[in-house]
Nanobody, 114 residues
């Protein structure tokens, strides 16, 4: 079955950087469009970046120019490089298919605070 394991979150000061990892099993990430989502307390889950099976990327406006999604086919892993982090980026981050159709992982907490 599909299993997604997110890691790499933590506490970082505003302006800092983190790299999140999403290790997948049960699916081949290069055959799918994979996205990074985030959910802040009291908010709905939001799709912030996608990496299509064709190799193209898309971002929500609030993270454009700061976040970069990438993929390592050999490791079957998708990454999210987050730079110039802001307090409003604080959330639990998850990866999933473009439509959230796979079982959700536990997510990884990102906290941006001074």
């Amino acid at each position: 079955q599909v299993q997604l394991v997110e890691s790499g979150g933590g506490l970082v000061q505003p302006g800092g950087s983190l790299r999140l990892s999403c290790a997948a099993s049960g699916i081949i990430v290069s055959d799918n469009t994979v996205g990074w989502y985030r959910q802040a307390p009291g908010n709905e889950r939001e799709l912030v970046a996608t990496f299509t099976r064709f190799g193209t990327t898309n971002y929500v406006d609030s993270v454009k120019g700061r976040f970069t999604i990438s993929r390592d086919n050999a490791k079957n892993t998708v990454y999210l490089q987050m730079n110039s982090l802001k307090p409003e980026d604080t959330a639990v981050y998850y990866c999933n298919s473009r439509y959230g159709s796979w079982p959700w992982g536990q997510g990884t907490q990102v906290t941006v605070s001074s």
